[in-house]
């Protein structure tokens, strides 16, 4: 069984502070590594997509990913109160473009 | 106009009705999936379909049938609902042409079942 785990929260973190955020799979075939951001009610939403080891920085967000050690994270620097919500992290695992989904990490940005 | 709509956004039925929540997409994209998500669960894939004549079960298909009218539309069917099928309905695409399996959300469909 393939698994994509994540810590579910909540993951309360102070304004201006950096919130980390973690994932680890299974699958050690896994070719690309998505972290979504989702609101209360609301879809998912694309933040940022990794496929090689090391850092991707876009903006505020950085991914980080470690395929030896199956884990990839997204750290969030300066975060905002709008930052609050549930980040949910999704593994390609197959050549069919399947991706299995993380149940997600709720993060509370505290004003 | 959103790229992915579901249509209706919100349903309350009762137990064995037969119900069909909508997709649609604009966005050209050949690949759509429908998920469930319930709480502390994520999402769980149902069905997805590679182009209109492509078609496959998810993890948990059971209880569930689709039907891909066009590239841009998929419809999603429960038979006969239960209770424990209350949860928010997400339809998703994503293009093959890309060459990397983004997924794009629709708004979701919140279904409760009595």
């Known amino acids: 069984q393939k698994e994509v785990e994540q810590n579910s929260g909540p993951l309360s973190v102070p304004e201006g502070a950096i919130a980390s955020l973690n994932c680890t799979y299974s699958?050690?075939?896994?070719?690309?590594f998505f972290w979504y951001r989702q609101y209360s009610g609301k879809s998912p939403e694309l933040i940022m997509s990794i496929y090689s080891n090391g850092d991707k920085e876009d903006g505020r967000f950085t991914a980080q990913l470690n395929k030896a050690s199956q884990y990839v994270s997204l750290l969030i620097r300066d975060s905002q109160p709008s930052d609050s919500a549930t980040y949910l992290c999704a593994v390609r695992v197959d050549s069919n473009y399947q991706l299995i989904w993380g149940a997600g990490t709720k993060l509370i940005i505290k004003p | 106009d959103a790229d992915v709509t579901q249509t209706p956004r919100n349903r309350i039925t009762k137990t064995g009705k037969r119900i069909m929540l909508e997709c649609s997409q604009t966005k050209g994209h050949d690949r759509m999936y429908w998920y469930r998500q319930d709480p502390g669960l994520g999402l769980r894939l149902i069905y997805y379909?590679?182009?209109?004549?492509?078609?496959n079960k998810g993890e948990i298909s059971d209880g569930y049938s689709v039907s891909r009218q066009a590239q841009a539309k998929f419809s999603l069917s429960l038979e006969s609902a239960i209770p424990n099928q209350t949860a928010l309905y997400f339809c998703a695409t994503s293009d093959s042409q890309l060459g990397v399996p983004t997924q794009y959300f629709g708004p979701g469909t919140r279904l409760t079942v009595l």
């Open positions: 699958d050690r075939v896994s070719q690309s």
């Open positions: 379909s590679f182009d209109v004549k492509d078609i």
